[in-house]
T-cell receptor
Framework: EADIYQTPRYLVIGTGKKITLECSQTMGHDKMYWYQQDPGMELHLIHYSYGVNSTEKGDLSSESTVSRIRTEHFPLTLESARPSHTSQYLC???????????????FGPGTRLLVL | QKEVEQDPGPLSVPEGAIVSLNCTYSNSAFQYFMWYRQYSRKGPELLMYTYSSGNKEDGRFTAQVDKSSKYISLFIRDSQPSDSATYLCAMRGAGGTSYGKLTFGQGTILTVHP
């Protein structure tokens, strides 16, 4: 079982509030990711990081921001939540194995966010 | 048009059936192909990983990749109720800027009933 944790698991919050979704992994992985997943839809990459002080935007435009000050920690922040931010947010980390060919992404359990 | 297309189902089969799950894709740069399983209220977990074309077997699961047709499949033999989950295909290119950036299908919901 993957050692990657997300808190909170569920969050209901009003419009305009600032929120931070926490993600931590204890596997020492350099690469970490945030995905957004809506019901019946594919996962969309919104942010990723190749290591400490490295962050990049993903393929799906997002109003959220991320930081990577420590290897194990990759929080996601929404400065002003809106109903359109309602979704499930999944954090993942990855390592290379099998002679650098196989990359395994390990996912956390997700945070279900509802913005009223 | 989406880069990866996956029939969302839902798919309902009796216990012991052979299940076939499929994805098609349009980006010929994809080299690595994965199947993830996601149980309700959990994150996805890697089930199978295949590089380029060919077959890979792991217990009751077989992954097939046909790059000429841009088509990948996952077969589940002797399906069990515990296989009930959403199955997501994912893929990426080889190295460079595509390293680590997976493109997912929308997932197929599978229910195996006793």
């Amino acid at each position: 079982e993957a050692d990657i944790y997300q808190t909170p698991r569920y969050l209901v919050i009003g419009t305009g509030k600032k929120i931070t979704l926490e993600c931590s992994q204890t596997m020492g992985h350099d690469k970490m990711y945030w995905y957004q997943q809506d019901p019946g839809m594919e996962l969309h990459l919104i942010h990723y990081s190749y290591g400490v002080n490295s962050t990049e935007k993903g393929d799906l435009s997002s109003e959220s921001t991320v930081s990577r000050i420590r290897t194990e920690h990759f929080p996601l922040t929404l400065e002003s939540a809106r109903p359109s931010h309602t979704s499930q947010y999944l954090c993942a980390s990855s390592e290379l194995a099998g002679g650098m060919l196989q990359e395994t992404q390990y996912f956390g359990p997700g945070t279900r966010l509802l913005v009223l | 048009q989406k880069e990866v297309e996956q029939d969302p189902g839902p798919l309902s089969v009796p216990e012991g059936a052979i299940v076939s799950l499929n994805c098609t894709y349009s980006n010929s740069a994809f080299q690595y192909f994965m199947w993830y399983r996601q149980y309700s209220r959990k994150g996805p977990e890697l089930l199978m990983y295949t590089y380029s074309s060919g077959n890979k077997e792991d217990g009751r699961f077989t992954a097939q990749v046909d790059k000429s047709s841009k088509y990948i499949s996952l077969f589940i033999r002797d399906s069990q109720p515990s296989d009930s989950a959403t199955y997501l295909c994912a893929m990426r290119g080889a190295g460079g800027t595509s390293y680590g950036k997976l493109t997912f299908g929308q997932g197929t919901i599978l229910t195996v009933h006793p």
